[in-house]
C-alpha cells in the first residue's frame, strides 16, 4: 500500500526536527521551509507555537528570507518562512547579517563581500565549512 504524506504534515515535522535540533545544540538556527504565501507560512504558526514550548525553542517570522550564494536564489526569492532559534544572540546574529547584506548592496560593495557573507550564513545555520564551500560550488543561481 503506497502512502502518501500531505504537504501539512510534511513541513511540519520538517520543523519539529528542526526544534529538536537547536534544543539539542546541533543548529544555532534551522530554517522552516519556504512556503509561497504568508498565508501557507501563517497556517503553521500555532503548531510552531507548541513545537517551540516543547523543545524550549523560539521563532522570527520571516517575510524577507536572505538570499546568499549558499542556496540557489530561487529557493527563496519572494518566500515566507520562519527562523527556530535558541537563544537571542542566534536570532540577533541573522538579523544583523541580514542588515549587513542590506548595507552591502546599498552602498555596492557587497560583491567584495558575498563570500564572506555566504560562509557567515553557513555558520550561523552551523554547518560544517567543506559543506558550505560544497553548497557555494555548486550553485548556479545566484542573486
Known amino acids: 500500500m503506497e502512502r502518501k504524506i500531505d504537504e501539512y ?3 511540519l515535522g520538517a520543523a519539529d526536527a528542526f526544534c529538536e535540533m537547536v534544543r539539542a545544540g546541533v543548529k544555532r538556527i534551522a530554517l522552516s521551509h519556504p512556503c509561497d504565501t504568508k498565508e501557507m507560512r ?14 524550549g525553542t523560539h521563532y522570527y517570522v520571516e517575510d524577507e528570507p536572505i538570499i546568499t550564494d549558499l542556496f540557489p536564489a530561487e529557493m527563496n526569492r519572494g518566500k ?3 527562523i527556530f532559534y535558541r537563544e537571542e544572540k ?6 544583523a547579517l541580514k542588515e549587513e547584506i542590506r548595507r552591502s548592496k546599498a ?7 558575498r563570500k564572506e557573507i555566504a560562509e557567515l550564513y553557513g555558520r550561523l545555520l552551523s554547518y560544517p565549512k567543506e559543506r ?6 555548486i550553485n548556479k543561481d545566484l542573486y
Do not use: P, R
Not at 542566534?90 to 538579523?95: C, E, R
Open 107 to 113: 552602498d555596492g560593495t557587497y560583491g567584495e563581500v
Open 132 to 137: 558550505v564551500e560544497f553548497l557555494m560550488g
Open 80 to 82: 515566507f518562512q520562519v
Open 42 to 55: 501563517d497556517g503553521f504558526l500555532s503548531d510552531f507555537d507548541m513545537l517551540c514550548v516543547e523543545y
Open 90 to 95: 542566534d536570532i540577533n546574529a541573522y538579523l
Open 9 to 11: 504534515s510534511y513541513h
